[in-house]
């Protein structure tokens, strides 16, 4: 209807958890702040600091929390992730990926002018053009050089490989050479805590003697980034670490809620029962566009017998033992992310809950932002 606002989604500040629209994204705002605490607690007499991944929850409103709680800066994958912070107010930015493309090279260095930009690099055409263009730009753009500690994914073999690019950006105008980057993705969701720890322990000794070897070249290191929420605490403590990358801790999901980590569930995703053909089966209004299954299925958080069996593209199939539960059209549950990077980039906005009631609502202004 003209002039009528299509907000009708969106639930009044005040209402309580049930009667929510859905399928919805909500934060447990207490949860969330119990998760922030820890990590930002273990960090503060630490050498090493938190830079937290934007990647997970994509909220500016988050960002800025984490920064006033300790971090500093953001870390994120995209220059257009990067926008989006840079515009939010945060002055520190670090892009743990490649930025290849020319007009991407540009933006980038335009972006340098007003912000503090780090970008990583494995690769010394990309280097050279990102130098011309934040020459061109009148900006300096951060570098720090990509080291595949074992993931083997982007990034320059540990050790002398290291020091041509290193050098490079250490003497091209338009550049800073500030470090080194190495992520242990490999080893992030190991659920054996000694294994995990000895495959940081290893990728941080790779990465610690590569910023150690271009030291002993006159080369200044001042970034030694690596981590994730799995290896927070065992590469946040390696001699030579000086920042952290985690991103999931605020949030958690279904894979790294396995590895008894001391951070809580704060995101899930409600999602109301639309149809009840038996006893045993019930559907949800929540398939493919509201959860992701990269990571597995997700899980149904807090009632016994009750299984996701099966997602479509706007149907959830749950199976349900009728001695443990039964549902009506109508009915409400609560679904944990077995992904919670990718599902918060299906979702426009999150429901932050305090005493099970709408709190607030947070645009989730970084989904979708891949370029
Ligand atoms: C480069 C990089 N750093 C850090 C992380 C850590 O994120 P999380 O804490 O979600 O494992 C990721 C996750 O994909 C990543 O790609």
Request: glycine share 8%; with cysteine.
């Amino acid at each position: 209807m003209p002039g009528m606002k299509n907000t009708w989604y969106l639930p009044p500040i005040g209402s309580p958890k049930f009667s929510i629209p859905t399928p919805a994204l909500l934060i447990d705002r207490a949860a969330m702040e119990s998760n922030l605490e820890c990590m930002a607690d273990f960090f503060r007499h630490r050498s090493a600091k938190l830079r937290p991944h934007f990647k997970t929850h994509k909220s500016p409103q988050l960002a800025l929390l984490q920064i006033e709680m300790g971090a500093i800066g953001m870390t994120c994958a995209k220059l257009s992730e990067a926008e989006v912070l840079a515009e939010a107010g945060v002055e520190n930015i670090l892009i743990a990926n490649q930025v290849v493309d020319l007009r991407k090279m540009i933006r980038l260095a335009e972006l340098a002018r007003g912000t503090q930009i780090i970008v990583a690099v494995d690769q010394e055409t990309n280097l050279h053009q990102i130098a011309e263009a934040a020459h061109e730009a009148g900006s300096i753009v951060g570098i720090v050089i990509e080291v595949d500690v074992g993931m083997g994914r982007c990034g320059v073999p540990p050790g002398e490989a290291c020091l041509p690019l290193a050098r490079l950006a250490a003497q091209l105008p338009g550049v800073h050479f500030a470090g080194l980057l190495g992520y242990e993705g490999h080893t992030v969701f190991e659920i054996d805590p000694h294994r995990r720890q000895e495959n940081a322990f290893q990728a941080m000794t790779k990465l610690t003697g590569t910023a150690d070897l271009l030291r002993s070249h006159g080369l200044e290191v001042e970034i030694v980034s690596a981590g994730g929420t799995g290896t927070a605490f065992l590469s946040g403590d390696f001699p030579g670490v000086t920042e952290i990358e985690a991103g999931s801790y605020p949030f958690m999901d279904v894979k790294y809620n396995q590895l008894g980590l001391p951070f809580r569930q704060a995101l899930t995703l409600q999602a109301t029962v639309i149809s009840t053909p038996s006893p045993q089966r019930a559907i949800i209004d929540a398939g493919m566009k509201a959860l992701t299954t990269d990571n597995g299925l997700p899980v149904v958080a807090g009632l016994p017998g009750v299984k996701l069996l099966r997602l479509s593209e706007e149907h959830g199939l749950l199976e349900v033992d009728p001695e443990q539960a039964r549902f009506q059209p109508g009915d409400r549950i609560e679904i944990i992310p077995s992904h919670v990077c990718t599902t918060v980039n299906l979702h426009d906005r999150y429901i932050v809950m305090q005493d099970e009631k709408v709190q607030e609502i947070w645009t989730i202004s970084g989904r979708g932002r891949f370029y």
